[in-house]
């Protein structure tokens, strides 16, 4: 026992001999979790397509324009100068741009001389939505001045006005007319919500913390096999062939110093999640402890298993940074499971970063207990046995 | 010259014989990528944004109006947009939504046109046309809130377009039979008429001129942006590992041993920056390659590609020329070089989109070649050209002459190139 803990001394003293490893350890997984709970779409964005809208006149008829595009279900105005929209424009970096030039007033949708401007990059869906979407405010704002107009003209038609201030006259009437038909306009569209369930459990301050924890003490886990390989390369392996200490003693000693270098890191981690993200991770202290004890044992027997591949120290970093990264992002700890195709879902449950990832998110997602996690622990178990079966029986000291 | 050079093709050739710096340099990224390509839907067709929405039409109208709404959906102007399927069971159609097969159903119910058209034989008049509206359900699904807002917004305009048509076709009855001009009973027959193409009215008071001319049309591909994600993520991590060996040729005495030939000080560090140099671009090209070649994206001016594959190795260099003046040992260097490779990706967007990122990550990035370079191979996969690279080119080259020169006070001040 006491070997057993001195050789786990001695790699944390190896590991924190530069101060850097603090940036690895919690700074940067803490920089993440943290940017990243800010950063990701949580689903209560406007989903509108964004309508870049350049208000050039300035008055209570381009204001009400906008107040209606505002309305829409199907685009977003944001408001910005001529210059700004046409070098987006020109860069393909906006879609669709509304112009409302200088001089848009009532006198000019009086005099038939109002006009807009749709810019729409060439055969785009999404500015096909926009036009629409655009057409409809217009008529929200001047349909009452065309039905003026149009009345004027009807009139015109069957008995010629005598003089212009009596088609002035008419032209008022028909207005307050139009507008009192457009007041009274009753709704002839109702929007009713459907039941669908969302499949897509998602929070991202909960996926954030989870999902970064897990790629964060996975990666050093996995470094593991780099210990072994340094060691192997300087030596020092070798030399525990002359020492009274058998294989399983040096393993047992290296990986469970890691494992609870690993569980601390994930306390640190949680307890960032508690206490500056508010998140529940403390409900279930049993559960929790299973799920982070059974992740940490995985990715440690994955390891294992590496070392036991992995001819240089290089290799070892270069691999364990790669299979981490690789695994973390299948595992849905960096987006979530959901949106990847059905079969790579299936594919994937052959990582253990998806079962942590699913137990953590039963516990701090879904509110889950120890119930609940169980199906995911002994998976990940089971991962830890196999992969330390295959490590010890492949571990040579040279 | 040559001996810059040939130091710069022996440190090149170096690291492509590393196959643990080839796994992290190409392999690395080019895993990431198909990972980012299966969440993006890039691979199972699902990125292209708003296209063939499927929605479901129950036409109990079966008249003028209902008729005219279900062709618009079914309209070619409409064919890439919308996926129409046509119902005529109402609790069908929702139960559709209700499983997801759909984004929304249009519900149009019976007595739909006579609701705004008066039928014929009635007498016209302001209040039986005004009666209590007949209104088209549009019964949305939740999760698709995009889609659904866009099936609503067609809506929208149709119901918009007839209802200008009924409020100009009555104005002018109204005003007409106000002034003598028509008789009540005349105003149905003439009421019939103006109500004829009702959902074809155009406003005239505001001209909507669109212009959508002079460009080709450009599809986004979201590989084009998560492929050079992922190569300029891993690039910083080349340079700084380049940058590692100036210490390590240092430490296992090679490189006072360069000093000592008939070679200065400047064509030494000129050749090991000319060797990470040409690692960089050498990567981030294999891996540009491969995005055009395995996942077929388009990268249009090749011109433009290349200078700003240039530029982006070119300020990256910088970065890993600084944390080499900066470190005292290799293994610094290995350490501070992968928590920047990390720092610039989260903050560079290379692994979110920026645009979704908070103002402030967005102001950060602007220290980044990962956010530049970024910027630049969006302008390019959109159809941009040279021209239009520009900003982030010069941005990524005042960032690398900027870096280079403090590493090179740095390099003298602390005697790292001394014999």
Not at chain 1, 33 to 59: M, Q
Not at chain 1, 88 to 109: K, N
Not at chain 2, 107 to 123: D, H, K, Q, Y
Request: negative net charge.
């Amino acid at each position: 026992m006491k070997k057993i803990f001195a050789i786990a001394w001695k790699d944390a003293l190896v590991r924190f001999g530069s101060s850097a490893e603090l940036l690895f350890f919690i700074i940067l997984p803490i920089v993440f979790t943290f940017i990243l709970a800010g950063g990701t779409p949580s689903g209560d964005e406007d989903p509108r397509i964004p309508l870049t809208v350049v208000d050039e006149a300035k008055t209570s008829i381009s204001q009400q324009v906008i107040d209606q595009l505002e309305n829409s279900t199907a685009v977003r105005p944001e408001l910005t100068t001529r210059q700004a929209a046409q070098s987006q424009f020109d860069d393909r970096r906006v879609e669709i741009v509304l112009i409302i030039p200088s001089g848009m007033d009532s006198i000019s949708l009086q005099g038939g001389s109002a006009q807009m401007e749709l810019f729409q990059q060439p055969n785009n869906i999404n500015a096909t939505v926009a036009e629409r979407a655009v057409l409809t405010a217009i008529r929200q704002v001047s349909s009452s001045i065309s039905a003026a107009q149009n009345a004027v003209k009807q009139r015109e038609s069957i008995q010629p006005f005598a003089s212009e201030a009596e088609k002035q006259a008419y032209f008022e009437s028909s207005l307050e007319t139009a507008q009192s038909i457009q007041k009274n306009a009753p709704e002839r569209v109702a929007v009713v919500t459907g039941n669908t369930q969302d499949e897509v459990d998602y929070d991202p301050r909960a996926n954030s913390s989870a999902g970064q924890l897990i790629t964060w003490v996975f990666i050093p886990l996995f470094g593991i096999s780099a210990l072994f390989a340094y060691e192997r390369q300087q030596g020092t392996l070798r030399r525990l062939l002359i020492t009274p200490s058998n294989k399983a003693t040096f393993l047992l000693g290296t990986i469970s110093g890691q494992v609870a270098m690993a569980l601390v890191q994930m306390l640190l981690l949680v307890g960032f999640g508690i206490l500056v993200m508010k998140l529940n991770w403390g409900r279930e202290p049993l559960a929790l402890f299973v799920i982070l004890l059974t992740s940490a044992l995985a990715a440690a027997a994955f390891g294992t298993t590496m070392g036991t591949f992995i001819k240089s120290e290089g290799q070892a970093n270069g691999l364990s940074i790669m299979f981490g990264m690789v695994f973390a992002l299948m595992g849905g700890c960096w987006y979530p499971m959901e949106l990847f195709p059905a079969i790579i879902q299936n594919i994937v449950k052959i990582l253990p970063t998806t079962w942590a990832m699913q137990g953590m998110l039963d516990l701090v997602l879904r509110g889950g207990g120890l119930q609940d996690i169980l199906p995911e622990a002994e998976v990940l178990l089971g991962f830890a046995v196999i992969f330390f079966s295959v490590g010890v029986w492949r571990f040579r000291y040279e | 010259m040559l001996k810059l050079f040939l130091i710069g093709i022996k440190d090149l050739k170096l690291i492509f014989r590393d196959r643990a710096a080839l796994t992290f340099m190409l392999l690395a990224p080019f895993l990431l990528t198909i990972g980012m390509g299966f969440v993006t839907g890039r691979f199972s067709g699902n990125s292209n944004g708003l296209s063939d929405i499927p929605v479901v039409i129950v036409n109990l109208d079966r008249e003028q109006l209902g008729n005219a709404l279900a062709d618009v959906f079914a309209s070619e102007e409409l064919a890439d947009l919308m996926e129409p399927t046509v119902s005529s069971d109402p609790a069908a159609a929702r139960r559709l939504i209700d499983e997801d097969k759909a984004a929304a159903a249009i519900i149009i119910p019976a007595g739909f046109t006579s609701s705004i058209i008066p039928p014929e034989g009635t007498t016209f008049s302001q209040s039986n046309v005004q009666a209590e509206p007949v209104k088209i359900e549009v019964y949305a699904n939740p999760t698709r809130p995009t889609s659904a807002g866009v099936v609503k917004a067609i809506v929208d305009e149709f119901v918009s377009r007839v209802e200008e048509g009924r409020t100009i076709g009555m104005t002018s009855i109204v005003q007409l039979m106000q002034a003598g001009l028509l008789s009540p009973q005349n105003a149905e027959s003439e009421a019939r008429k103006l109500f004829e193409n009702v959902q074809q009215t155009e406003s005239t008071a505001i001209i909507l001129k669109t212009n959508n001319e002079g460009a080709q049309a450009v599809q986004f591909d979201i590989l084009a942006y998560m492929a050079p994600g992922m190569a300029l993520l891993f690039l910083m991590y080349t340079v700084s590992h380049g940058g590692r060996s100036i210490l390590a040729e240092r430490s296992q005495g090679t490189l006072p041993r360069l000093l000592v030939s008939p070679t200065s000080t400047a064509q030494v560090l000129g050749g090991k920056v000319l060797g990470i140099f040409l690692t960089g671009v050498a990567q981030v090209g294999i891996l540009i390659l491969a995005s055009s070649v395995f996942f077929g994206v388009k990268w249009g001016d090749t011109l433009g590609l290349v200078i700003l594959i240039l530029a982006a190795v070119f300020g990256a260099t910088g970065w890993g020329m600084l944390v080499t003046a900066l470190a005292r040992t290799p293994a610094q260097i290995g350490s501070t070089g992968s928590a920047l490779m990390l720092i610039f990706g989260i903050l560079g967007g290379s692994f979110i989109n920026l645009d979704q990122m908070p103002a402030y990550v967005r102001t950060l990035s602007k220290i980044t070649p990962n956010a530049w370079g970024l910027d630049g191979f969006t302008t390019l996969a959109l159809g941009g050209t040279l021209p239009n690279l520009m900003q982030p080119i010069t941005a990524l080259l005042i960032m690398g002459a900027v870096l280079f020169g403090i590493a090179i006070l740095l390099f003298n001040r602390n005697g790292i190139m001394q014999k």
